[in-house]
C-alpha cells in the first residue's frame, strides 16, 4: 500500500509540472508569440526563465529526484550514465542530428545563424526531454512495468511523444496548428527512441535540439524574422550556457551524489 502510495503521488506531481509547464509556455510565449518577436528581449528572457529554466529544469529536476528516491525510476532509466557513456552517446546523437539537419536543404547555412537559432532552442529543448521524456515518458514506463519491458517501452515513448505534441498548443504559430502538432507528434518518436534506447538524457537533448533547429529556422523564414539571426544575440547564448548549467549541477549535486548515498 505504501509503494502504491508513492506511485500515485510521484505520478500526482509529474502531471502537475507537466500542466503547469503547458501554462507558463501560453503566458509567456504563445499568447504573444514571443518567439516570433526576435526584438522582445525582455518577454523572451521571462519566458525562457519562468517556463523553462524554473519550470522545465529546476521544478522538473525537483519531481525527477523526488521519483529516484522513492525507487519508482532508476538513474540510469532516466538517462544519467557515466561520464564516457554520455560523451560517446552525445557525439553519435550530434552528428546524427546534425546529418538530418543538413539533408533537409536548410533556409541558412549561416554558422552564425545556425548558432543562435541552436541556441533560442536548446533552453527549450533540456526543457521538452526532462519534461516530456524523463518525467512524463519514464514515468509511465515505470507504472506499466508490471506489463512486460515491450509493453513498458512502448508505453514510455508514446506518452512522451503525445505529450510533446499536445503541449504545443500551448505556442506561437506555426507549432500550435493541429496539422503541426500532428506531425511534431510524429518526429518526436525519434526522439523517443534515442531516449528509451540510448538512454542517455543529454544524447537526447542534443539530438531533439538539431530536429528542432530545422522547423524553427524555418519558421522565422517565412515569418521575415530570420535576417535578425545574422549577429550573435547574446542573451539567447547566455540563457542557454545557464540552463545547461543549471541542469549539469542538478546532475551532479542531486543525481549522482545522491546515488552515491544510496548505493
Not at 493541429?178 to 506531425?183: G, T, Y
Not at 547574446?234 to 548515498?261: C, G, N, Q, T
Request: aromatic content about 12%; overall charge positive.
Amino acid at each position: 500500500m505504501e509503494y502504491i502510495s508513492q506511485i500515485k503521488k510521484v505520478m500526482t506531481f509529474s502531471i502537475s509540472v507537466y500542466l503547469l509547464w503547458i501554462i507558463a509556455t501560453y503566458l509567456l510565449e504563445g499568447r504573444i508569440l514571443t518567439l516570433l518577436r526576435p526584438e522582445a528581449v525582455v518577454d523572451r528572457i521571462a519566458y525562457t526563465v519562468t517556463a523553462n529554466i524554473v519550470v522545465g529544469i529546476l521544478v522538473a529536476a525537483w519531481v525527477l529526484r523526488s521519483s529516484l528516491i522513492s525507487g519508482f525510476v532508476s538513474p540510469e532509466q532516466i538517462g544519467f550514465r557515466s561520464l564516457c557513456h554520455t560523451l560517446t552517446a552525445a557525439v553519435i546523437a550530434g552528428v546524427t542530428g546534425f546529418g538530418l539537419f543538413m539533408v533537409q536543404n536548410p533556409p541558412s547555412l549561416n554558422t552564425i545563424v545556425i548558432m543562435n537559432v541552436f541556441a533560442q532552442v536548446l533552453t527549450v529543448s533540456v526543457a521538452e526531454v526532462v519534461i516530456c521524456w524523463a518525467v512524463i515518458g519514464a514515468g509511465f514506463e515505470s507504472l506499466t512495468r508490471s506489463k512486460g519491458k515491450v509493453i513498458s517501452l512502448l508505453a514510455g515513448i508514446f506518452a512522451a511523444s503525445i505529450s510533446f505534441g499536445i503541449y504545443h498548443f500551448a505556442h506561437s504559430p506555426p507549432f500550435n496548428q493541429i496539422n503541426m502538432v500532428l506531425l511534431l507528434t510524429i518526429i518526436s518518436f525519434a526522439t523517443g527512441i534515442v531516449y528509451f534506447i540510448g538512454r542517455d538524457i543529454y544524447a537526447a537533448i542534443i539530438f531533439h535540439n538539431t530536429l528542432a533547429l530545422f522547423g524553427v529556422m524555418q519558421a522565422l523564414e517565412k515569418s521575415g524574422n530570420l535576417i535578425s539571426y545574422s549577429q550573435p544575440v547574446y542573451p539567447l547564448i547566455a540563457m542557454a550556457l545557464v540552463s545547461v548549467f543549471i541542469f549539469v549541477i542538478f546532475d551532479i549535486l542531486y543525481i549522482r551524489r545522491k546515488m552515491e548515498v544510496i548505493e
